[in-house]
């Protein structure tokens, strides 16, 4: 059974900790009795979010308005951690979603999910791994997707920046493991979380119509981002290279190593699963 207090002398800095994954590991780390720097886009959204995870046991919280796309935020994010200390855990989670295939996206959404979920990690990698190398300890989560193995033609954009991270992580934790610092790559599914409610929705013919159904789909589903949250501390504990987290996430790794040619076949019978809920009318 793990100590109440595991965290207890550990430096945590979580990434897009205003809602959903985020803020659910942030709160995993809290109760953990961690020391926490937390960061989002959105003001609003942090704002009570100190309070809350101090009520969880956290040591102490700082929460900052950082956009992880700007290089400047983020190196002057990084200062501000590190006149406390090099991070014990640096968690890479601010992301956003975008669905439609190539032929629907445009350059200025390529340019938007780039710059949040790409160079969010490369900005988060750059400028903490150096500190925690330094340092000669620690672990870095980046959160990518199933996608990051198995994309789909309904999200093309959004699965290339995944890939992305699934690579950026294999070739920075053979970077850093001499150096003493762990790099896992979480991996989750159908996550009920608020992302898609901020997705942007390309190609589709009422696409507030699609994003009601789509969200209908992942509550009713209801795989928590607590259960997200659990993997990485997972990760923390045992340094996984790649850690899928939902049963399709799984299913998925798996095929991919196993059957590769299954694998597309599994992924269109999960997105039918999700078409039969979504309506084709406004």
């Given at each position: 059974m793990?100590?109440?207090?595991?965290?207890?002398?550990?430096?945590?800095?979580?990434?897009?900790?205003a809602?959903?994954?985020?803020?659910?590991?942030?709160?995993a780390?809290?109760?953990?009795?961690?020391?926490?720097?937390?960061?989002?886009?959105?003001s609003?959204?942090?704002?009570?979010?100190?309070a809350?995870?101090?009520?969880?046991g956290?040591?102490?919280?700082?929460?900052?308005?950082?956009?992880?796309g700007?290089r400047?935020?983020?190196?002057t994010?990084c200062?501000?951690?590190?006149?406390?200390?090099?991070?014990?855990?640096?968690?890479?989670?601010?992301?956003?979603g975008?669905?439609?295939?190539?032929?629907?996206?445009?350059?200025?959404?390529?340019?938007?999910?780039?710059?949040a979920?790409?160079w969010?990690?490369?900005?988060?990698?750059?400028?903490?791994?150096?500190?925690?190398?330094?340092?000669?300890r620690?672990?870095?989560?980046?959160?990518?997707?199933?996608?990051?193995?198995?994309?789909?033609?309904?999200?093309?954009?959004?699965?290339t920046t995944?890939?992305a991270?699934?690579?950026?992580?294999?070739?920075?934790?053979?970077?850093?493991?001499?150096?003493?610092?762990?790099?896992?790559?979480?991996?989750?599914g159908?996550?009920?979380?608020?992302?898609?409610?901020?997705?942007?929705?390309?190609?589709?013919t009422y696409?507030?119509?699609?994003r009601?159904?789509?969200?209908?789909?992942?509550?009713?589903?209801?795989?928590?981002p607590?259960?997200?949250?659990?993997?990485?501390?997972?990760?923390?504990?045992?340094?996984?290279?790649?850690?899928p987290?939902?049963?399709?996430?799984?299913?998925?790794?798996?095929?991919?190593?196993?059957?590769?040619?299954?694998?597309?076949?599994?992924?269109?019978?999960?997105?039918?699963?999700?078409?039969?809920r979504?309506?084709?009318?406004?």
């Amino acid at each position: 059974m793990r100590s109440l207090n595991e965290f207890a002398d550990r430096l945590v800095v979580v990434t897009g900790a205003a809602s959903g994954i985020g803020r659910a590991t942030a709160s995993a780390f809290a109760r953990g009795g961690a020391e926490l720097f937390v960061c989002d886009l959105s003001s609003e959204g942090l704002s009570g979010l100190e309070a809350e995870l101090l009520a969880r046991g956290a040591r102490r919280v700082h929460a900052v308005t950082v956009d992880v796309g700007s290089r400047t935020e983020m190196a002057t994010f990084c200062e501000t951690v590190c006149r406390t200390g090099a991070p014990d855990v640096l968690v890479n989670n601010a992301g956003v979603g975008l669905a439609g295939g190539l032929l629907a996206t445009s350059l200025e959404d390529w340019d938007w999910i780039l710059n949040a979920n790409l160079w969010g990690v490369v900005h988060g990698c750059h400028f903490f791994a150096p500190k925690m190398a330094a340092r000669g300890r620690g672990q870095i989560i980046n959160i990518a997707s199933a996608a990051g193995y198995y994309n789909s033609p309904t999200m093309t954009a959004y699965g290339t920046t995944k890939y992305a991270v699934v690579g950026l992580s294999e070739g920075l934790r053979a970077e850093l493991a001499p150096h003493g610092v762990g790099v896992s790559v979480v991996c989750p599914g159908f996550i009920n979380t608020p992302i898609i409610a901020n997705m942007r929705m390309r190609g589709a013919t009422y696409p507030e119509s699609e994003r009601v159904n789509v969200q209908r789909f992942y509550e009713k589903r209801n795989y928590s981002p607590e259960r997200v949250a659990e993997a990485v501390l997972r990760a923390v504990r045992k340094n996984p290279a790649l850690l899928p987290v939902t049963p399709e996430a799984r299913a998925l790794h798996a095929m991919k190593r196993i059957a590769p040619a299954l694998g597309p076949r599994l992924l269109a019978s999960l997105q039918r699963m999700v078409d039969r809920r979504r309506s084709s009318k406004p």
